[in-house]
């Protein structure tokens, strides 16, 4: 069980992480879209593989050297295991590095326990965590890899059950970011909202499709029903003021910008905040 200092932490790596993504993704809320613009849909990435003993080896070397010892004797441990113990074992390797905010070497073992165990439930987690590997990285090798680790995974997981909202609502995303045409994606991430009004997933990317798109007045009206009625989020409030800041409704985004600082508590994302609602009040 995490302690509340390692939970802190994870938190605030969290928002970090946060910001980085959102100035990668060009909503930065700093420049406003050509009027009547086409939408860019993203582009297909290119298909790309990452092992899991190079992404275990790169985790490594950014963790203790006795953690990373444990790690190796686990992990020899899982390459003598068969069945049912290998899936175990793969499990909890994947817990042990998702403690550490590893997240690929995280999600390459529950693929592997997926791989063990063929379950709709054990394809969801590993589609999940593909999917958190996505987001906090950066790099333009692993990136598209994990985008496409998702997919697959959420594929089969849907093959299982093609009703799971969960799997539905991770292939979905998959689909936006990239695996697809963007308007089908969206369409199962609305069919997804249709039958859960409340998730939150679904209801984010929906979100941050339309920010992406230039349809703020719907990102807005997604961000404040979420916040309203779901779960009001520092990262919820973050993207309903980057909404409010491209249609210039400067005084609603700082609002929505101090609320994003209050709820995350974080230094980094308040230095960046203070400076974004000092420059909207000019």
């Known amino acids: 069980m995490k302690s509340p200092r390692t939970t802190q932490i994870v938190i605030i790596a969290g928002i970090v992480l946060l910001v980085g993504f959102l100035f990668s993704q060009d909503i930065k809320g700093l420049v406003k879209p050509k009027e009547n613009a086409a939408v860019e849909m993203p582009q297909e990435p290119t298909p790309q593989g990452i092992s899991l003993a190079a992404a275990s080896a790169t985790a490594k070397n950014l963790i203790s050297n006795a953690a990373a010892k444990e790690f190796a004797s686990l992990e020899s ?50 589609g999940d965590r593909f999917l958190k590997a996505f987001d906090n990285t950066q790099d333009s090798l692993v990136k598209p890899a994990m985008l496409q680790k998702a997919n697959q995974a959420f594929t089969k997981a849907v093959a299982i059950d093609s009703t799971d909202l969960d799997a539905k609502t991770g292939m979905g995303i998959t689909i936006v970011n990239g695996m697809g045409a963007p308007m089908e994606g969206i369409a199962m991430l609305l069919d997804v909202v249709k039958k859960d009004p409340k998730n939150f997933k679904a209801n984010m990317n929906l979100g941050l499709f339309a920010i992406k798109s230039g349809q703020f007045d719907k990102a807005i009206t997604r961000f404040e029903d979420l916040i309203k009625n779901i779960k009001a989020t520092p990262d919820a409030y973050f993207y309903l003021a980057t909404a409010y800041e491209n249609l210039g409704k400067n005084q609603e985004a700082i609002d929505a910008y101090l609320q994003s600082k209050k709820l995350a508590a974080n230094p980094t994302l308040s230095s960046f905040i203070d400076k974004k609602v000092a420059e909207l009040k000019k």
């Open 77 to 126: 441990d899982f390459q003598k295991a068969k069945g049912e113990e290998r899936a175990s074992q793969a499990k909890a390797l994947a817990q042990k590095w998702d403690d550490l905010e590893q997240a690929v070497p995280s999600a390459l073992y529950l693929e592997e326990a997926a791989k063990e165990q063929s379950s709709l439930q054990n394809w969801v987690k590993a």
